[in-house]
Nanobody, 128 residues
Framework: QVQLAESGGGLVQAGGSLRLSCAASGSTFSAYAMGWFRQAPGKERDVVAG????????DYKDSVKGRFTISRDNAKNTVTLQMNSLKPEDTGVYYC?????????????????????WGQGTQVTVSS
């Protein structure tokens, strides 16, 4: 079992940047594929970015491609989401999620119900 704790959210003006971090504890971090999800006001939670267990593969929601970057540091048990050129529509609660992946591989996961563990979320607000 792994515990996840997000940090780095806040209020930023449109065009600005934020860096979200997710610290994992309690289990072997390298055994998980990781994802960042977002829940905008009045909307369902959906995936923003994912990274494979290997760290080799990443993928992004179309609306954030070219602006967001997901990365992981297995030595520090962290996954990071660098968000640049932020837009008001990026506003929401951002969640870190972990999926158990028994076999080392390069698959990125997109569906909420594929993930086993979740953090509490961190609020990101982008003002226009």
């Amino acid at each position: 079992q792994v515990q996840l704790a997000e940090s780095g959210g806040g209020l930023v003006q449109a065009g600005g940047s934020l860096r979200l971090s997710c610290a994992a504890s309690g289990s072997t971090f390298s055994a998980y594929a990781m994802g960042w999800f977002r829940q905008a006001p009045g909307k369902e939670r959906d995936v923003v970015a994912g990274i494979s267990r290997s760290g080799i593969s990443t993928d992004y929601k179309d609306s954030v491609k070219g602006r967001f970057t997901i990365s992981r540091d297995n030595a520090k048990n962290t996954v990071t989401l660098q968000m640049n050129s932020l837009k008001p529509e990026d506003t929401g609660v951002y969640y870190c999620a972990a999926k158990v992946v028994p076999i080392f591989g390069n698959t990125v996961y997109y569906r909420e119900n594929e993930y086993n563990y979740w953090g509490q979320g961190t609020q990101v607000t982008v003002s226009s």
